[in-house]
């Protein structure tokens, strides 16, 4: 099943951006964003299993054509894993170690802004979004995994979610725009929907909103 997910989510992202865009490659004018390089360094909090996991990314985009650009991202940030060492009915002892997870994928940005406004220096960007990749805990302790806790009537219950190092997708659609103060640096924000959690995770967010630094090349 959740390999069928992420196949329709990568088939629905890529015909969604691929209608949009192939007219316009094809009949539109020119514009700044063909040709000019992109780097992002961004900051992100979501929901990940009932605790707020901060993730630290950078970016690198190359404009393809007048309204397209793509490119590749990287980033890292920190998770709990927990390991249960003593289990009743009304308590638990564990023991909790913070390891780092990191992220990587392919990003694909659709610039709306250049069918209205002709070549040249402009100081905003407004564009569609669209990412694919995935995330990996690295180096994970023997025995600890990721739990949350219930009650099934006689007791609390650890619920164990059997995050490993192996990589798990994550992918996003989405919308952002940025603003250049100056000549090539400025601030962006994103808002994405999709998945950015492990794929076993009983409490997740699939909302993100991501923002920083930009800079135009």
């Given at each position: 099943?959740?390999?069928?997910?992420?196949?329709?989510?990568?088939?629905?992202?890529?015909?969604t951006?691929?209608?949009?865009?192939?007219?316009?490659?094809?009949?539109?004018?020119?514009s700044?964003?063909?040709?000019?390089?992109?780097?992002?360094?961004?900051?992100?909090?979501?929901?990940?299993?009932?605790?707020?996991?901060?993730?630290?990314?950078?970016?690198?985009?190359?404009?393809?054509?007048?309204?397209?650009?793509?490119?590749?991202?990287?980033?890292?940030?920190?998770?709990?894993?927990?390991?249960?060492?003593?289990?009743?009915?009304?308590?638990?002892?564990?023991?909790?170690?913070?390891r780092?997870?990191?992220?990587?994928?392919?990003?694909?940005?659709?610039?709306?802004?250049?069918?209205?406004?002709?070549?040249?220096?402009?100081?905003?960007?407004?564009?569609?979004?669209?990412?694919?990749g995935?995330?990996?805990?690295?180096?994970?302790?023997?025995?600890?995994?990721?739990?949350?806790?219930?009650?099934?009537g006689?007791?609390?219950?650890?619920?164990?979610?059997?995050?490993?190092?192996?990589?798990?997708?994550?992918?996003?659609?989405?919308?952002?725009?940025?603003?250049?103060?100056?000549?090539?640096?400025?601030?962006?924000?994103?808002?994405?929907?999709?998945?950015?959690?492990?794929?076993?995770?009983?409490?997740?967010?699939?909302?993100?909103?991501?923002?920083?630094?930009?800079?135009?090349?």
């Amino acid at each position: 099943m959740k390999i069928t997910t992420t196949i329709k989510a990568i088939i629905a992202v890529t015909l969604t951006f691929s209608l949009l865009t192939i007219p316009l490659i094809m009949f539109g004018q020119e514009s700044y964003i063909k040709d000019r390089w992109n780097i992002k360094l961004g900051y992100a909090k979501y929901n990940e299993i009932g605790d707020f996991e901060s993730t630290l990314r950078i970016e690198l985009n190359y404009g393809i054509s007048d309204f397209l650009e793509t490119g590749v991202y990287f980033g890292a940030g920190m998770i709990d894993l927990q390991k249960i060492s003593n289990l009743t009915t009304n308590s638990i002892s564990m023991k909790i170690e913070s390891r780092t997870h990191i992220g990587y994928g392919v990003n694909l940005n659709f610039h709306i802004l250049p069918l209205f406004i002709d070549e040249g220096d402009y100081r905003f960007d407004l564009y569609l979004a669209g990412r694919f990749g995935g995330k990996t805990v690295l180096n994970i302790p023997e025995g600890y995994s990721r739990y949350y806790f219930g009650n099934d009537g006689n007791g609390i219950v650890p619920y164990e979610y059997n995050i490993d190092s192996k990589f798990d997708p994550e992918y996003a659609v989405g919308t952002g725009a940025s603003f250049y103060p100056l000549y090539h640096m400025g601030l962006f924000a994103e808002f994405y929907y999709g998945k950015f959690h492990f794929s076993n995770d009983y409490y997740r967010d699939n909302f993100m909103l991501r923002y920083g630094l930009s800079f135009k090349f």
